[in-house]
């Protein structure tokens, strides 16, 4: 468990980001949703926006939590790992976007 509230904030938009992760992953590849993304539909662009509000609040609350107040529990480490690596995905268009 973090140390710090920050900390439980991170964990927190990373176990968030990691279900809308998988959301965005499989309504992108399913042919059903297909033509739903296909006309930039608001809901798609909705889960896109919060997805990667999630994904840089994981960044963020997990460095400033690890690097400024040194928790280093299992919790923090892995949202900012994956922060960093979600980030980075949805930076370089790797999973589409609207």
Avoid at 29 to 40: G, H, K, P, Y
Wanted: net charge positive; charged share 10%; hydrophobic share 60%.
């Amino acid at each position: 468990m973090p140390k710090t509230k920050l900390g439980t904030w991170a964990g927190r938009f990373f176990v968030v980001g990691l279900v809308l992760l998988a959301m965005l992953i499989v309504a992108y590849n399913t042919e059903a949703l297909d033509e739903v993304f296909a006309q930039r539909t608001v809901g798609g662009l909705a889960l896109w926006v919060v997805t990667a509000i999630s994904t840089i609040g994981s960044l963020v609350a997990g460095l400033v939590s690890w690097l400024k107040f040194k928790d280093r529990s299992a919790i923090v480490i892995a949202a900012t790992i994956y922060g960093l690596f979600a980030s980075t995905l949805l930076a370089f268009g790797a999973i589409p976007q609207n």
